[in-house]
Each structure stands twice: as C-alpha cells, then as structure tokens.
C-alpha cells in the first residue's frame, strides 16, 4: 500500500515508495558525465528527481508511463524539492492500485453527470434534443466522458475533470442565456456541452495524464467535431444550417487562430461561448494555483502562464467549498 505521496514530502525525508515515471531524461554534467532528471508523480501530484550517480543502472529498466519503486531522499533545490534517487525499479502494472497516481475531481461524478444530462433536456429543439440522446446513449462515450480530463495541466487537470469543468460552462451558459435577449439559448447550451467532448480521446488518462498520439496529431477540436458529425449523420433529418453553427462553435471555442481555432468566433453564441470557456479555465486555473500553497505571506509565487502573483489576502486563501453547481 502506497503511503508516501508527492504533495506531502518534505526535505529531509527518506524515500521508498511507488510512483509513476512521469518524465525521465539523462543529461551531461559540465563535466560530460551523465545524470538523470525524471518527474515523478501520483494523486496528489508531482515531485521531480535526480540522479547522480550509478545513473546508467537506475535508468535501465524502466520508462516514461511506468510504474517505478523510488527510493533516496527529499531535498529543495533553489526553493524546490526534489528526490535524490538512488534506486528505480520498474513495477508490474497490476501490483499496484491505480487510484493512488491519478488525481480525481473531489465532486460525485454520477451527481455531476445527472445535472448536466438534466440541462441538456431543458433544449427544447428537437433535433439537438435528439443529438444528446444519442450521445448519452452510447455508453463508451459516457464512460469516457465521466472519467476524462479537461486539460494536462493549466486546469481541471484530474479524473473527472472534463465533466466538472462542462458543468460549470453549462450552468454559466444557463444564466447568461437568461440575460441577454436575441440568441439561441438551445445552440448555446448544445455548444457549451459538446465543445471539449474531443478530450476524451486528445488524452490518456489510465496510468498518467498525457496527450494521446491521436490528440497531439489532430487536437481536440478536430477529434470533436467527427464525433458531432457522425451522431449528426445518424438524423437525415437534422438541418444544415443548425449543423453549421453548432460546428461553429466548436472550431471557434478557443477564440482565435494563435490558440488553436481554426476560425474566430462568428457568430453571438460562439463568442459567448469562447468567454464562458475562458471564465472558467482561468478561474478554475488560479483556484488551483492557490490552494496548491506555493508562496509565501499574502501572495502565491509566480504564475509563469499567467505572468503574475496572485493575492490570497491578510489570513491567506480560505479553503474551497464544494457546491453544487446549481
């Protein structure tokens, strides 16, 4: 039973526990001899490692994705910690208990799910309803959809993730429909639902949470808008035009071609879409930033992404609640 986490070590501490190899790399000393630097990673995150010496024997073996027996000791580095390994053994996959090493939503999925499933049926076009029934029908899809993340790292980087984060944007989206008059609330809601839907195969998520070739090859907006078409081509009856701007949205979510759309939103609901999605990431984003406690007094340390340092106040961030989204 695994009982060394990496968010818990502190310097100082002796090491002999399991973790995924998350990154493993040999470089040259000044001297020209090798090291190894690794990433090494579980639940509760990431912790990264090095070895000096015998590196040629601690690096065989074992590779990127697997699991590994870690043993040395904690130290910090430039104000970070890092394990000074001196063994690594590759593990049998099925000796290990996989919960341990990928970090989870702390949300009830089935509870999230049933939300969402419950906004969807609030469309009132027939031909959109009819689109979510035959996603919510198709039981790989759910599966997968319940279980994926949203992102490797920037936010809502964990199991379940794709579905907390789709539920924020849904409910967002509910609100704002209700305030500005003239746009199509169902297009809106059918957008906000589906257009991250292709992460469920841009990454994998069994051991380790990294892009899949097929993500890194066509990305998720690619991979999204085949899985809409082909549900789509199930409906002879589903109209052009309404198939045209729900493509749309999910090719112009991102909101400009510099961050991976294909196209600029175009049309009321794209924009508003391409702004829910960034109101949540980026909120979702610097939440996690800050309950992760790097920093020090009233401020997080640095936000490299974000290029700044967040407040969290006189008597620090209070911790997060877990609501309803509702």
């Not at 394990?83 to 996959?93: L, R």
């Amino acid at each position: 039973m695994k009982k060394q986490y990496a968010g818990s070590c502190k310097a100082g501490d002796l090491l002999d526990d399991l973790f995924v190899l998350y990154e493993k790399n040999i470089y040259q000393k000044k001297d020209g001899s090798n090291y190894l630097g690794v990433t090494l990673s579980d639940r509760t995150g990431r912790i990264k490692g090095v070895a000096w010496d015998n590196v040629g024997k601690i690096a065989a073996g074992s590779n990127a994705g697997d699991f590994v027996r870690v043993r040395g000791s904690v130290s910090e580095y430039k104000g970070i910690l890092q394990v000074v390994i001196k063994g690594m053994d590759a593990m049998p996959s099925d000796s290990v208990d996989h919960a341990d090493f990928l970090p989870a939503t702390g949300r009830d999925i089935d509870s999230m799910f049933k939300q969402l499933t419950g906004i969807s049926g609030s469309i009132k076009e027939k031909n959109l309803r009819e689109l979510f029934t035959a996603f919510w029908n198709d039981v790989e899809f759910v599966e997968k959809f319940k279980k994926a993340p949203a992102a490797k790292k920037m936010h809502h980087a964990y199991i379940g993730g794709l579905l907390e984060h789709t539920l924020s944007m849904a409910v967002l989206a509910d609100k704002i429909a209700g305030h500005y008059s003239g746009l199509d609330r169902d297009l809106l809601i059918a957008g906000t639902i589906l257009h991250d839907i292709g992460k469920i195969r841009e990454f994998e998520y069994n051991i380790k949470i990294d892009y899949s070739d097929e993500g890194r090859l066509l990305s998720h907006i690619v991979i999204g808008l085949g899985m809409i078409d082909e549900k789509i081509g199930e409906n002879k009856e589903f109209p052009d035009t309404l198939a045209l701007m729900l493509r749309h949205m999910i090719v112009s979510h991102h909101g400009t071609r510099d961050f991976g759309s294909p196209e600029p939103p175009k049309t009321i609901e794209a924009v508003l879409l391409n702004y829910i999605d960034e109101i949540d990431s980026k909120i979702s984003g610097i939440r996690e930033f800050i309950d992760s406690g790097e920093g020090a007094g009233n401020w997080t340390s640095y936000h490299k992404i974000l290029e700044r340092h967040f407040y969290t106040g006189e008597n620090g961030m209070p911790p997060r609640e877990e609501k309803r989204l509702e």
